[in-house]
């Protein structure tokens, strides 16, 4: 499953935008985001974004468009390859991910599968 050669993530502008406003509004210590997978949801697996305020053992740190966002260590066979998006409409607003390794997600949205 997991590819080299691919990208762990990749950020579009409007999500690299967003989360330059959350770093900046976060307060003393945050270095970036932190991005991972927590079983939840009616498909299995559901994305976890937080901040970062240091670099955990083992995590690997993407450097894009003036960002950082580090990659827990447990969800890089689920998600390498995924695109990170900001997307917002009249009733929600929020990161989103377009993964190649999704082979389901639940009639909500929330929560993902791999193979």
């Known amino acids: ?57 083992f995590e690997d740190a993407i450097s894009e468009k003036g960002v950082t966002v580090l990659i827990d260590p447990a969800a890089v066979m689920f998600i390498v390859g995924s695109e990170m998006d900001w997307t917002e409409d009249k009733f929600s607003a929020g990161f989103t991910f377009s993964n190649p390794n999704e082979t389901a997600r639940c009639g909500c949205g929330e929560s993902f599968s791999v193979a």
């Open 1 to 57: 499953m997991f590819d080299p050669s691919k990208p762990l993530l990749t950020l579009t502008e409007k999500a690299a935008s967003h989360v330059r406003g959350l770093v900046e509004k976060g307060g003393d210590g945050v270095i970036g985001i932190r991005v991972g997978v927590k079983t939840a949801g009616c498909s299995g697996m559901k994305y976890q974004v937080e901040y970062a305020y240091d670099k955990k053992p």
